[in-house]
């Protein structure tokens, strides 16, 4: 089992910054790639960025690309998002999600191959 907390959400202006971080607990936190989605009200999750166990590759969503960075420190069992130039589309809560590297390929943008995720953190971007 593994628990994951996010924080650092909160409210921001429009082309404002946050730096979210999920920190990682219960397993060796290097077995796990990582990924952060997003759902906003009414809408389904959505991928939005994701890094290799080793942080070795990142990937992204279209939509965050040059703006939002993934990253992670395995010493201290967290991956971070920051997140720069937000817009108010962007209000969501974000969640983090492990994926065991041990079990097969990873395809970060699907939610369904994620073994555990965090309780969630609120983004609002105010216009």
């Known amino acids: 089992q593994v628990q994951l907390v996010e924080s650092g959400g909160g409210l921001v202006q429009a082309g404002g910054s946050l730096r979210l971080s999920c920190a990682g607990s219960?397993?060796?936190?290097?077995?796990?790639?990582m990924g952060w989605f997003r759902q906003a009200p009414g809408k389904e999750r959505e991928f939005v960025a994701a890094?290799?166990?080793?942080?070795?590759?990142?990937y992204y969503a279209d939509s965050v690309k040059g703006r939002f960075t993934i990253s992670r420190d395995n010493a201290k069992n967290t991956v971070y998002l920051q997140m720069n130039s937000l817009k108010p589309e962007e209000t969501a809560v974000y969640y983090c999600?492990?994926?065991?590297?041990?079990?097969?390929?990873?395809?970060?943008?699907?939610?369904?191959?994620?073994?555990?995720w965090g309780q969630g953190t609120q983004v609002t971007v105010s216009s």
């Open positions: 219960g397993r060796t936190f290097s077995n796990y790639n």
């Open positions: 890094i290799t166990w080793s942080g070795g590759n990142t």
């Open positions: 999600a492990a994926d065991y590297r041990g079990g097969g390929i990873f395809l970060p943008t699907a939610r369904v191959r994620y073994d555990y």
